[in-house]
């Protein structure tokens, strides 16, 4: 029912900037927005997510204020602003659809609907 597509990976520099975009066509407006990530070896864990309404997110500790995650209703389209990267935050970066009236911790739980993911390479 839903399709998302993430866009916007590739290789940075340490300290470095990314903006990853999510296009979702469907039931936008029903579903609230998950960015995930998984690095090779290690479980998928949740980066941010962001209500329905756009008005609420859920940040994981290790964003640090680094990241921003935005919604834009009209484009159908969610935002992940990546700021002072790091290798740490080397992984593929998926998004994900979650349905339900609350945003909730922000955890694969419930999040049905998944983007193929893009490939996020901090190295110098």
């Known amino acids: 029912q839903l399709q998302l597509v993430e866009s916007g990976g590739g290789l940075v520099q340490p300290g470095g900037s990314l903006r990853l975009s999510c296009a979702v066509s469907?039931?936008?407006?029903?579903?609230?927005i998950g960015w995930f990530r998984q690095a090779p070896g290690k479980e998928r864990e949740g980066v941010v997510c962001i209500s329905k309404t756009g008005f609420s997110e859920t940040y994981a500790a290790f964003v640090k204020g680094r990241f921003t995650v935005s919604r834009d209703i009209a484009k159908n389209t969610v935002y992940l602003q990546m700021n002072s990267l790091s290798p740490e935050d080397t992984a593929v970066y998926y998004c994900?659809?979650?349905?339900?009236?609350?945003?909730?911790?922000?955890?694969?739980?419930?999040?049905?609907?998944w983007g193929q993911g893009t490939q996020v390479t901090v190295s110098s």
């Open positions: 994900a659809a979650k349905s339900g009236p609350h945003l909730g911790i922000c955890e694969t739980e419930g999040y049905d609907y």
């Open positions: 469907g039931a936008t407006l029903d579903y609230h």
